[in-house]
């Protein structure tokens, strides 16, 4: 069987009348129809519903249109010229850019200290609490945004009456309609919500630094602090940098949270990009709860549509250079090895 | 197994025995504070109306009112949000690994022309940036006629889910030896028979690990069956059930937390009995 294979391709590269090579081809093709019938459901599916409508989105960033009918209404570049002048979309742009620059740093500081005590060896049950600091993950943000209106709600004895019983604050607090404090309570959520999945990719990065390492440093007298800085920090940086890698890219898209918490209100004081331009293209009109975002507008998807397009070059310019900068300090670092091994035997 | 000898191998201690009490202290109170929102909204959904009220942020309820889930499951429909999310996920779990694995298969073991060209497609696609596609998305449903029908919702979810699980399914099958379908084939085995009785048997940890996150993802998600199910509130699903019961009820609170109760039970339930497989699978996606 597979000798013929080998000999079929061989042929195909010789040099052949095109005649022929046309008719093997096709004898390749039908060889393997049914290869063909089973990825027909994935091709099917994402040419419909992923490559389609990233075609057909970018034409609608050429139009003035509400998303009922068709477009007509052509303006060219417009849209994206009012994107770039729009300063709720700039507002929206450093919402979310200061959501990710406290969320990160903070979330993976608390991922990695959670990590190091559970993954000591004489630790018991830290089974259990990787299940109890996990748990939230695999919460719908429907539910959460329902639990945590109902807990911030101003109702017999709650989070501020006991708050200012403790003299930490002096009146209560709007927690999710003061426009200067509900971000901050967003980010907090979102710690609170995706911490689990560092707490667990941190886990897995510890697991694969060998015991040998540290029984070696043990043998060379070096203390906790020092096998710390100098055996689990650098086993780290590889799967770190992907932690960090995915943690960016996350929290620049997040979405779910912020849209059923608050929808990006007060006056989109929680507004992010991924909400404005949800409510952008719909005007608000499909947000179950009214959310309280901004006053509501006429839907516009060309706009929403230019709009993510830009935020999409956006990311794509922050993760590829993020990705480059990874693969730069892996080669240095591989440099630096293959020259500490050339000295070693010099 | 993977993971209990993992756990052996973590490296030695340090500290004294003396600071393992205070660190399971300090882990059990804030574990305690982590998950406090749920166990609060637990106690809630057993509480009275007026006990809800009086208790605030208290987690002992005076008696049991099961009433609550009651009301939620009869009064407030959670009995036609809960089958229909459901129906939903189960045909998107299906739909997906089926559809992926056989992709999977064919893309892994077979070179058939064209394979490169739609490898590269999807990689460009991957990156490409994406505009608004919700709405184009919306439009092809629409002209399908599967507005406002469960359908919409498995349709929309099964195809989003499909180039990572494809992906995924294909790198696992490559792993697989060739020897076995090679056996396979010469004891007579079509390609469908190496498929459905040899392969797929073989990736049953994967069909494990995919399949519970194309669960939690299914039953998690807010805005596919909230955009496709919008006219039809008897189709909506638990996340949006719950969503919209919060803005029609301001008053029936303990309802509205039996109501997320009902909506959270399945996935701790997942959760708990495929914990270790669930977060091996987690590792393993930033391991590999």
Redesign the interface.
Known sequence: ??TQ?TER?SRLHRPTPTRRRRRS?WQ??KE?R???F??A???I??A???????I???G??LYQWN?IGSPTAYVGLENFRKVLHDHIFWRSFGHTFLYTAVLVPVQLFLALVLAL?L?????????F????????A??????I???????F?N?????D??LMSMHLMHKPVDWLGDPHVVLWVIIGIGI?NTLG?NL??F???????P?DL??AA?IDGAG?RQ?FWHVTIPGLRE?GM??LF?AILGSLQV??LV??LTGGGPFYASSVVNTY?YQE?FGGG?S???GGGGASVQPN?GF??A???F???I??VITGGQALAMAYMRKRRREMNAAAIEEARL | MAATT??R???????S?LR?PI??AL?LIC?FF??Y??L??IA?SLKSDSG??????GLLPHGTHWHNYVDAWNGANFSAYFTNSVIITACTVFFTL???S??G???AR????GKKV?IG??LV?F???????????Y??INQLYLLDTLWSVV??Q???A??FN?FLFMGYFRTVAKEIE?AA?VDGAG??QT?FYIILPLARPMLATLGLFSF?QS?????TP??FT?GQPHLRT???G??????QTSTD?TA??A??II??AP??LV??VA??HI?AA???A??G
């Open positions: 069987m597979s294979a391709t081809r390749n093709v393997n049914w290869s063909y089973y990825i459901p994935f091709v599916l994402v419909v519903f992923t490559i389609y409508p990233i057909a989105s970018l609608y960033t998303g005590v993954n000591n060896k004489r630790m018991r049950f830290s089974t609490y990787r299940s109890v600091y996990f748990i939230p695999v919460i719908s943000p429907a539910i945004a329902v639990v945590f209106q109902l807990l709600s109702f017999g004895q709650n989070i009456s006991k609170w999945y667990v990719y886990l897995a990065g510890l697991q694969t630094i015991e540290y029984e043990t906790v096998q799967i992907i932690i995915l979405f779910d849209q059923v331009i293209a499909f179950a709860a009214g998807v929403a549509s709009a993510s397009f935020y999409g070059l990311l794509l | 993992a756990v191998r973590r490296r030695r201690g340090h500290g025995p393992m660190t399971h882990l574990g982590w998950v929102p749920m609060w909204a809630g809800f009220l009086d208790s605030g942020l089926l559809f992926a056989m992709a298969y064919a893309l077979t070179n058939f022309p739609l497609v999807i696609t990156f490409l940036p994406r505009g608004y596609t919700i709405v184009p998305v439009d092809i349709l929309v099964v195809a989003g499909m180039v494809t090679e084939r390609f469908h498929y939690i039953w998690n998600d807010f805005m909230l955009v919008l638990l996340s949006v719950l969503y919209a019961f919060i803005s609170w509205l937390c109501g997320s909506s959270l996935i701790i959760f708990v914990q270790r977060v987690i590792a393993g930033v391991k």
